[in-house]
């Protein structure tokens, strides 16, 4: 006689299993690769916390180097990529988020519609190319 112990155990093993490569399948497969003159952009995305702009630092560029948005409430989530301290200022908007490497921070402000500059301030990162422009309409 067969008991229901092994069929469970069985569904116990495979329904964490699948729940786990859906996980990281959902989060696999969001970069884009440029192609042509165009830098890559990145357009705001919705979230439950309302509307997000992902920024990476790096040494010394941002990715992405363009952001698109609408106007309205904003958050912009910087992430430090980098071996040094990296920021990401929009002076304008008085945003000034300063990390350490492998740290995220975030911003929240209402955009205006225009076209802004984003930049590291730490000196000499915005003179070595570490700027990128949003597009807000």
Do not use: W
Not at 22 to 39: D, R
Not at 68 to 86: I, L, M, Q, S, Y
Not at 99 to 121: D, R
């Amino acid at each position: 006689m067969l008991t229901s112990r092994p069929h469970n155990a069985i569904r116990r093993g495979i329904v964490p299993g699948a729940c786990a490569v859906m996980f990281l399948v959902a989060g696999c497969g969001s970069g884009s690769a440029s192609q042509g003159a165009e830098p890559a952009t990145s357009t705001a995305s919705p979230s439950a916390a309302g509307v997000v702009l992902s920024v990476t630092g790096t040494e010394y560029s941002f990715a992405p180097p363009a952001l698109k948005a609408a106007p309205g409430p904003t958050t912009f989530r910087f992430t430090n990529g980098g071996a040094v301290d990296h920021d990401f200022s929009i002076d304008s908007l008085h945003v000034h988020l300063t990390e350490t490497p492998g740290k995220t921070g975030e911003a929240t402000v209402t955009l205006t519609a225009g076209t802004y500059t984003f930049y590291c301030a730490i000196p000499g990162h915005r003179q070595s190319g570490m700027q990128g422009k949003l597009t807000v309409r």
